[in-house]
């Protein structure tokens, strides 16, 4: 009888220990907390998704830079942003009852899927709503790693120090992923760069680079004499790093404006025979200074590119601000006391 008075305790010690880890399963499936990734240093891929069927994954390359589905450098300081996000995340509060189910069905409409790998590990799902009222938090919600379960709760996130909502940093277009740099060589790695003006053939030239020594010619081909040596790598060195404001591919104009001549090119190439090209058009725009509805002005401020990089070739929004230094005239580089610099 003892014998089975034993058996009987230890049988319900383990009943006892079972219903417990069910129950602390339970709740961790169901009412996670934890939004912050501890080491975002050792994240090595992002995956995000939205309703609109936008599938972008985001992964480290052996070099430290990023690339988006396999095709597109990724801007660096869009990685930077939301991997300093997951760090700093934190709960501001639990949503209420009375908001509760409206937030879950706006979760399942209208929100970014967002899974973080650490190597081959998948260690967050987020499911990223919209702004709160106040717009000074962002509804979100965890799900379960293993089971693939939502949390029971979503809640109210934000940054500490920060006012605002983060939605924002977890966008699903493409576009706004990819580096928005068009010319980024270093000055001993440039082997020649022209400049062609299609308006006004006077005013082009190239550049040639050979063992540290720089030759400048005409639209003609004929070399320029008294060049400045100091002024072409001062002007070499724009090409460190010059920028597009953004790709505009889904424009309907698109095809027409590509299919017109440039009233500008510019040309890069580096010892590798890496090639850039960026062809450059007005925008034409309606003038409403005037009555006449079929008036039109030169855009001052933006231009329409082509630009062909990376066996790629698209249409971007580029600005005058940006180029205005690179679209200079031969005598730029002549050192002639005459010529004003």
Known sequence: MKKNILLAIIAGIVIIGVIHNLTLSN?????????????????TKLFLADQKENRIT???QEDGTWRANDEYVVRPD???????TLSDIEIKRPTSKAERQTIIKLLATNSVKLEVYQGNELVKIYYVGTATKEGKGTFMLLSDTETGKNAK??????????????QSRFFTDINKWR???IFNYGIGNISEVSIKHNSNK???FRIRQEKGSFTVTDFEENVANNIDTSTIQSYLNLYNHTSMEGFINFMKV???VMNTTPFLTITA??????????????????????????????????????LRKNGRTDFVLIQYFTFDNLTVDISKFQNDSIVNK
């Open 58 to 60: 985001i992964e480290r």
């Open 202 to 204: 006077e005013k082009s």
């Open 78 to 84: 869009a990685v930077e942003i939301i991997l300093s």
């Open 27 to 43: 709740r961790a499936s169901k009412d996670l907390t934890d939004f912050s990734v501890a080491d975002t240093s050792l994240v």
């Open 269 to 306: 190439k580096d010892f590798n025979d890496d090639i850039t090209i960026l062809d450059a058009y007005l925008i034409i725009k309606r003038d409403y200074r005037k009555n006449d509805p079929k008036a039109t002005v030169a855009d001052l401020d933006r231009m329409y590119g082509r």
């Open 254 to 256: 698109k095809d027409s």
């Open 179 to 181: 580096d928005v740099s």
């Open 153 to 166: 709760y979503p809640y109210v996130v934000n940054i500490p120090g920060f006012s605002g909502d983060v």
